[in-house]
């Protein structure tokens, strides 16, 4: 069965510092990885994904992810935080025996000025 | 750019009343989803949908549930008699595949209160 972990309800950077946001997911067989943003009052979009190819994908809004098969992780992080990236952050699996959607609990990102 | 859109927005009923949630997927997707999201919890699947049929539901989408696509365009999901902890975010997604690497695109969701 697989499963997401996301360390953190909560994570607060200032305007400007690095974010990270961790994930990580249990598989018995390769994965597929995403990561969604949801906006105060939104719904959930889709920030990037990772399906077989480059470990390090890029998605919208200056935010990248990076598969590591060996540490079953695939954490989100952005070099530079913005006021308009508050909102929460989930990251999902998804494996092609199954139809669904595996989440994760999802991270608030907040930011300070 | 297409969009799932998802109607109403908010409803609020009456424990045991049946409700309605409208989804109109991306045109030209074939696989349409239901997730729900009960606050301060994960977002849990609910259904899928394929061909006119249930392709896999979870455990939560008892005999109360249930999906249609009643025309070209709309998706639905009926719950018969709701229950006070029916109250949740629902979100109804849609893909144009079925692989583990194909996106599902979500709706805006609709947040259901019952009362």
């Known amino acids: 069965a697989q499963s997401v972990t996301q360390l953190g309800s909560h994570v607060s950077v200032s305007e400007g510092a690095l974010v990270l946001l961790r994930c990580n997911y249990s598989?018995?067989?390769?994965?597929?990885l995403f990561w969604y943003v949801q906006y105060p009052n939104q719904g959930l979009q889709l920030l990037l994904k990772?399906?077989?190819?480059a470990t390090l994908v890029k998605g919208i809004n200056g935010f990248e992810a990076e598969f590591k098969k060996s540490e079953t992780s695939f954490h989100l992080t952005k070099p530079s935080a913005h006021m308009s990236d508050a909102a929460e952050y989930f990251c999902?699996?998804?494996?092609?025996?199954?139809?669904?959607?595996?989440w994760g609990a999802g991270t608030k990102l907040i930011i300070k000025p | 750019e297409p969009e799932v859109t998802q109607t109403p927005s908010h409803q609020v009923t009456q424990m045991g009343q049946e409700v309605i949630l409208r989804c109109v997927p991306i045109?030209?997707?074939?696989?349409f989803y239901w997730y729900r999201q009960i606050l301060g919890q994960k977002v849990e699947f609910l259904v899928s949908?394929?061909?006119?049929?249930?392709?896999?539901k979870s455990e939560i989408f008892d005999d109360q549930f249930s999906v249609e696509r009643p025309d070209g365009s709309n998706f639905t999901l009926k719950i018969r008699s709701t229950k006070l902890e029916d109250s949740a975010m629902y979100f109804c997604?849609?893909?144009?595949?079925?692989?583990?690497?194909?996106?599902?695109?979500f709706g805006p969701g609709t947040r259901l209160l019952v009362l």
């Open positions: 999902a699996v998804h494996v092609d025996s199954n139809y669904q959607l595996i």
């Open positions: 997604a849609s893909s144009d595949g079925l692989a583990g690497e194909e996106t599902q695109y």
């Open positions: 045109s030209n997707h074939l696989y």
């Open positions: 990772y399906t077989t190819g």
């Open positions: 598989s018995s067989v390769p994965p597929y």
């Open positions: 949908f394929y061909n006119n049929e249930i392709s896999e």
